[in-house]
């Protein structure tokens, strides 16, 4: 088995993408965390879930979906 066997689609940001948007996707998708892709579409970091929490105030993404849910 290779690794090709395994891998399925990942959402992406780009930098330009706000810390909203991300923990929006992040949340709405259940997601671990967001691959970061450069100006040409390649990936250069990984937005781990607990560092958009971090990065939005530490607010988690439970009670960010229910904020968002409520709007």
């Known amino acids: ?11 992406t940001v780009e930098f330009s993408t706000t810390g909203l948007e991300a923990a929006r996707l ?8 967001l691959i970061v892709i450069d100006q040409d579409g390649r ?18 993404l439970d009670a960010l979906m229910d904020r968002l849910v409520a709007t």
Not at 26 to 33: N, V
């Open 1 to 11: 088995m290779r690794a090709s066997d395994l891998a399925a689609p990942f959402p």
């Open 26 to 33: 992040l949340a709405g998708q259940d997601l671990p965390g």
């Open 43 to 60: 990936p250069s970091t990984i937005l781990a879930a607990t560092d958009a929490e971090t990065l939005l105030g530490a607010i988690t």
